[in-house]
Each structure stands twice: as C-alpha cells, then as structure tokens.
C-alpha cells in the first residue's frame, strides 16, 4: 500500500481529533510522558489500534496518543514514541509525524531522553536543541518524495526554530530555571556509546546523544512543520561519569526533572 493511501486511512480512524483542529503536536521520549496527563478533555488512542501505527516497546514509553486541551490550545502528543533500533524502518518511525501533518499541526515540540557529551552539563540539565547531527546511517525522506507533504529537497538550514528557542529561553528565565543549550547527534543503538566514540562525537560538535529525533525533525521540517527540541540531560555519556550506563538511570532521571521540564513546555504551548 502506497504511504499515501496508509495516511488516508489513519487519518479517517482519526476523523475526531482531525475535527478539533490540533494546531500543536508533542513527541514526549522516555520518561516525560507525564506532561501528557495534563492534557484535558483528553481522547487516547492506544497505538496498537490505530491503522499503520507501530508499537511502542520502551519501557518509559506509554504508546498511546492523547489529544485535548493543554495551555489553553489544542494539542495533540505522543506518549512514547517509536525507534530505530527497535527494527522499524524510519518511515514507520516517522510515520506518525506525517499524520500530524495532516491532522494540521503547525508546530512539533519533540523531547528525548540524551547523553551528555558537553563536560558544561550535568545530570538533570534541560537542553535546547540548536541543531543536530544524524549519524543513523539513513534518512526517512529516502525514497518516493510525498509530493503533497513537502519538497524532494527540503532545507535544513533552521531544522530547529530560532524563534521558539528564544521563547523557551524567555520561559526559563522567568520560571528561574537554567537552560543549557546545543547539537543533539542521533546515532543507532541500543548499545550505548564507547568511550572512544564519546570522544569522537565531541570532536564533531555533539553537546548531547541519543537514538532519536532527528528523523521526526527531518519529516516535520520537511512538511513545514516549526519545531521546537528539548533533551532531558539524564545521564553523562561514557567516560564522563562515574559508573556504567543504564536505561534504569535514565528513567531515573527522567522522573527527578518531570516538573521542571512539564512546566516549561506547558508555558511553552500556552504561548505560541
């Protein structure tokens, strides 16, 4: 079945939320899910029911999506989200970024759980992403062009909206938090990183790693959808800190800054 036709029909199962006119779309990674419990007049739809989902199989990651009321807009989320290392192609990974495109999302705000490669951050930190780097091997545009989503050759020049950074900076300050702010790199997984190759992606400009993002922000930017990245600092990435790596860790994390990071973005959503 083509990618279209696939698009067709999710969105008819959606026809509710399609009718609410979500204009915000949220990718909520391990562990931050709470803020999609603050979604009022919430409808949800478990993955596994929804045509041409996949399945979420991370712990951290509820997989479902929850559309309602948050901020004072309405929004749609992803409450878990969907991996390259878990064997789905990128097309399925981003797939439910095309349907935000076409339930009529605007703007992505998309979080992920990250390694701290910077030696600045710490544990804890909340990162801005001004850019990124993919090291996946591949890209989800690869293939046919979905002519009525975006171009054959879309710019990547501000992948990351300059103007929403500001916002949530603006946010921050006001809220007396302290923003770190840099280059996100997305690589395979789900090994961890070697010390080796900690030291090699900070030569190339990397702040934070992990195994996702880039794709969703390559289809949404591809589609003209603004986005806004935000990665929760839940670990120092190998050799740089004091014990071995853990996904427990990162969830761990993850629950400490749930409030900080829930907060920012729901002030985030209620200014846009």
């Not at 302290?178 to 900690?198: C, D, K, R, W």
């Amino acid at each position: 079945m083509k990618l279209e036709d696939k698009l067709n029909e999710t969105v008819s199962f959606l026809a509710a939320v399609e009718k609410n006119k979500p204009r915000i779309g949220l990718i909520l990674g391990s562990g931050l899910g709470v803020l999609a419990e603050e979604i009022a007049n919430a409808k949800k739809y478990a993955y596994e029911d929804i045509p041409h989902f996949p399945v979420s199989t991370v712990e951290g990651h509820a997989g479902q999506l929850v559309c309602g009321d948050l901020g004072g807009k309405t929004v749609i989320a992803m409450q878990g989200r969907f991996h390259y290392y878990e064997g789905y192609s990128l097309t399925e990974v981003t797939y439910p970024v095309r349907v935000m495109r076409e339930l009529g999302i605007e703007t992505l705000i998309i979080t992920n759980a990250a390694g701290g490669i910077n030696p600045e951050f710490k544990a804890g930190d909340l990162m801005l992403i001004a850019d990124h780097i993919n090291l996946m091997g591949a890209n989800p545009l690869r293939g046919p062009n979905v002519d009525r989503q975006g171009p054959r050759f879309p710019d990547m020049t501000e992948a990351y909206a300059p103007e929403l950074r500001e916002l949530a900076r603006q946010i921050a300050g006001e809220l007396g938090y302290s923003l770190q702010e840099g280059v996100y790199v997305a690589v395979f997984g789900p090994s961890y990183e070697t010390s080796a190759e900690i030291r090699f992606l900070r030569t190339i400009g990397a702040d934070a790693v992990g195994m996702s993002t880039v794709p969703e922000v390559i289809v949404a930017r591809h589609a003209g959808i603004k986005v806004l990245g935000i990665s929760c600092i839940t670990n120092m990435a190998a050799g740089l800190g004091h014990k071995p790596l853990s996904h427990d860790e990162v969830m761990e994390t993850a629950e400490k800054t749930k409030s900080k990071f829930s907060k920012l973005v729901h002030e985030v959503v209620r200014r846009i």
